[in-house]
Nanobody
Framework: QVQLVESGGGLVQPGGSLRLSCSAS????????MGWYRQAPGKQRELVAL???????NYADAVKGRFTVSRDNAKNTVSLQMNTLKPEDTAVYYC??????????????WGQGTQVTVSS
């Protein structure tokens, strides 16, 4: 069994910063891509930022230059530093990992989500 647990969401004023963290645990053999998606009310879940195991990154255009994804492969953790937050960044943020389990199952795994609200 695999678990992804997020932390770090909350309420922040426009222009502020937040840092999200996610830890993957359980029967994991290896993790390929790891990162973050978000879903705002009434909208589809969308990519925010992903990092491959070798460090290549993919960011949504809306967050480029403001958000930074990082990961620690040895600890199976990924973080998202969010700066210059805007009200339109308000959403539930989900940690994501594409991984191979010790029973040789490869799939997409998700955290439970953490709320980020940007409001004055």
């Amino acid at each position: 069994q695999v678990q992804l647990v997020e932390s770090g969401g909350g309420l922040v004023q426009p222009g502020g910063s937040l840092r999200l963290s996610c830890s993957a645990s359980g029967s994991i053999f290896s993790i390929d891509a790891m990162g973050w998606y978000r879903q705002a009310p009434g909208k589809q879940r969308e990519l925010v930022a992903l990092m491959s195991v070798v460090g290549s990154t993919n960011y949504a255009d809306a967050v480029k230059g403001r958000f930074t994804v990082s990961r620690d492969n040895a600890k199976n953790t990924v973080s998202l530093q969010m700066n210059t937050l805007k009200p339109e960044d308000t959403a539930v943020y989900y940690c994501h990992a594409n991984l191979l389990t010790r029973t040789w199952h490869r799939g997409d795994y998700w955290g439970q989500g953490t709320q980020v609200t940007v409001s004055s």
